[in-house]
């Protein structure tokens, strides 16, 4: 079974500076799909970004970015110029390739404050 | 563009009452629709899928069922809720079709509270 585990529980981190969030994940499949969600406050679960484990290029949004390592099965979130409205929980999440349940596998979640 | 709706945004029920929340996507056909329920502080964890009308996944045993009458509607239901029910719901689609990998797009959540 697929596991997805973020070891950072909290993080700060003062506005304009860049922040990198934790992820690793477990599976046995060799092409699936990664993603980062944000949750501010309001709860409403926003896609950041998406990573297709197929393509070795790193996926980039505007200040966000990833540095996914394949091999190493980590997938981590850098996050430039950070901004006030970064504040939320952020979640890493899988979803396999087979089949298509959308079956999303969550880590448990950071926490980033954004410190002005 | 593409948006979803899900209601209510709070409910307050009794331990034994029905539940039922919906929810429905705009400015797309036949979506793939989810429901996922989040425990405190955490990720969240698939409940039910459907690809298509009268077709429904359940991915996790409980005293919950999901209901699609229409394309791009989606209900939640409990004839009897329990203590543990209580939680935050959160609906979602992406696009159907035999592709997987489609990203997933969440609405704004329902707050259940059983008491």
């Known amino acids: 079974a697929q596991t997805v585990t973020q070891s950072q529980p909290e993080m700060s981190v003062q506005e304009a500076e860049t922040v990198t969030l934790s992820c690793t994940y477990d599976?046995?499949?060799?092409?699936?799909?990664l993603f980062w969600y944000k949750q501010p406050p309001s709860r409403q679960m926003i896609l950041v970004i998406r990573?297709?484990?197929?393509?070795?290029q790193n996926a980039t949004e505007n200040r966000f970015s990833v540095n996914f390592q394949k091999a190493a099965k980590s997938f981590s979130l850098k996050i430039s110029d950070s901004q006030l409205g970064d504040t939320a929980m952020y979640f890493c999440?899988?979803?396999?390739?087979?089949?298509?349940?959308?079956?999303?596998?969550f880590g448990q979640g950071t926490t980033l404050q954004v410190k002005p | 563009s593409q948006t979803i709706h899900q209601w209510p945004a709070t409910l307050v029920q009794p331990v034994g009452s029905p539940l039922s929340l919906e929810c429905t996507v705009e400015?797309?056909?036949?979506?793939?629709l989810y429901w996922y329920r989040q425990a405190a502080g955490r990720g969240l964890q698939l409940l039910f899928y459907?690809?298509?009308?009268?077709?429904i996944s359940s991915e996790v045993p409980q005293n919950l069922s999901a209901s699609r009458p229409q394309d791009r509607q989606f209900i939640l239901s409990s004839k009897k809720l329990l203590l543990s029910d209580s939680g935050f719901y959160l609906c979602a689609w992406s696009f159907g079709g035999l592709r997987s990998g489609n990203t997933i797009y969440f609405g704004e959540g329902s707050w259940l509270t059983v008491v």
């Open positions: 459907s690809v298509g009308i009268g077709q």
């Open positions: 999440a899988f979803m396999s390739i087979s089949g298509n349940t959308g079956k999303l596998i």
């Open positions: 400015g797309t056909s036949n979506p793939n």
């Open positions: 990573q297709e484990a197929y393509k070795q």
């Open positions: 599976t046995s499949e060799s092409n699936y799909y």
